[in-house]
């Protein structure tokens, strides 16, 4: 088999898992409790706090652990303009967001926010100069992921926090793609708020962070008995927390020499299939693009029947970001890349990881042309073509 | 070692952690992929739903997962109350609730709505004719636990259930701490909303469960890709809810037997500490209580200072939720309950789990007279008496 869906599924380390089983048998106390037991895991949780901070070069006690990046999207724009609506009601956001960005915008929209949603180029890249015409005396909020898990275009983030700070806007960054791929550093971001994700650097699902920068004040969404400085309420997932920060550190220590050899293999995929397979066309920034993402659209097929093709090979894809594959729309980030809905239904998406060898894509290449070409033979369109 | 905390922190079940394990390392397909392996994994998602289900006595795909019990409780409340707001504006909730609840209904209050707390006897039984009385045509919600997880007193819920049927309100029950200890049937409860916790049935933290019955609209507070039918968004934590459903096919098959277990060890810490010290009091209700809850207040000392020095001899119990240990104040259930600041300053809590053996009890009593003694003849108040 050879599994090029990263993006949407991660397998957890076994060091990962390693390190948490302990605190599923053993080291049970929960983090509020008084007694030793306690202590101990509150510990874990200030060590696995201090971990993940360091990964995006955090300072001490500024991440918040919530359920996942979802929760953490929600969290931070949905939390921060409830909580500082007096300052404004409107937002900036790109309009190649994650849904969980996208739909707390819209949330906001129904409260009483104005959002502007930036367009970006054919690339995926947020066009700078609307988003800082854009900008208006009761903004507060702008928010743009670091880059995009569907095309994987790295946005000019250090540009945009720039502006941000010049207007004296909040800035929150979505790191769920980016992290443990490509340097995330909430300094040079010039960040108030960033989004992490556990499983995109190989730590449990349910589990996700978001760093708060000392001063930024939110509103939490889900209350209860005052955990994580009163910002999420719920008893804190230690075990999964704990394998969060090991991950973390693993990444810390290990990525950037993985990211260099994706990058090969992405370079090698784009390269063969673009030439082996004709009318294929990249989607995304030819060169601003995360090393472990190929995105490329074929004429004359429809990418579900392409991914489903593939399946039965052993071959596993996507046609888009997982979460949005709900609803029979087109991906709103091709779209928003100016392509046609049939472009946009022609994509399939590779997302490469540390499982991945030369050996997949040579399995990927015997594989996807022959599909390809079956399926456009049972194309009306193709056929009138040629 | 003598854990007596199951309440705030439970260890899981070791066939538990082998169901989930698969889910971490190789079934790693996102449930919204399209390929087999995305599959797979809804299918384990369906699966756990099930198995959840089948413990309440609930139907088919009537379970929404959430992170945990708390995310549960307000997802109930808030999404309850916002979504059917036109109806009207008036909750009815216990004044011993877990502050998730309490603080759900705050934040509704600072959204306009109004909110009756009913107040509780003296051993924690929601006065029934005062919730009756409260009702108004505007009420649209009645939330009421099971049973407390601090007192451990089980609340009179089919006659709740009967109330808000009579009169076409909504009801929402927390059964946090009675599921897996007593039954928990959402037909003879006749409950539209139910919370449920995976870790307090040796699940996994981080999980946990919202019943919804049909025809019950809620909004949802994370928003994103529209997973769990568009109620909770985000990426489902596959291995924990796996996990999860795990745990409630144990717990259906086992629960009875240890429940009767638990009861017989639960009587004789009461008698014993009862009788073996002076001025001990039980705290909540003497038969209509949770078969693993002993909470037991002392004249004269504080439940910290005992909770410390009981802990340097390896016995951990609490002094009340560990939700609520955060703040200085006293236990808001133990106040509801008519007791004295002092009184409920000087309660503890201990909580029995699978892993309570009888000699876990000898220990106990060999070490809380003796503590209690000692502690008592440093208070001045305590002196002055004798």
Redesign the interface.
Known sequence: MA?F?YA?????D?RV?EAM?PY???E???????????LK?RKALDEARDRVSDLINGKEGDIIFT?????A??LAIIGYSMRNKRKGDHIIVSSIE???VI??C??LQKNGFEVSYIPVDRNGVVRIEELENSIRKETILITVQHANGEIGTIQPIEEIGKIAKEYDIAFHVDATASLGKIEVDVERMGADLVTLSS?DIYG????GGLFIRKGVRIQP???????EKGYR????????IVGFGEAAEITEEEYREEAKREEKLRDEMIERILDGIEESYLNGHPELRLPNNVNVRFSFVEG?SL??S??MEGI????A???????LEPSHVLIACGLKHEEAHGSLLFTLGRGNKEEDVDRLMEALPRVVERLRMMSPLYKKKS
Chains 1, 2 share one sequence.
Do not use: W
Not at 8 to 12: A, L, S, T
Not at 28 to 38: A, E, K, L, Q
Not at 221 to 227: R, S, Y
Not at 321 to 327: E, F, G, H, L, R
């Open positions: 599994y869906d949407n599924g991660c397998p957890v076994e898992i089983l599923m048998t053993d049970i106390g929960n983090p509020s409790s008084v007694h030793s037991m306690g895991a359920s996942g990046a979802t929760e999207n929600n994650h849904m969980s739909n707390s819209k949330f499983n449990p699902r349910g589990v969404i889900i209350v209860g008995g005052g955990q309420s719920g008893t804190e997932n230690v075990a999964g579900e991914v489903l593939l399946d596993y894809v996507s046609t970001s997982a979460c949005t594959s709900k609803t």
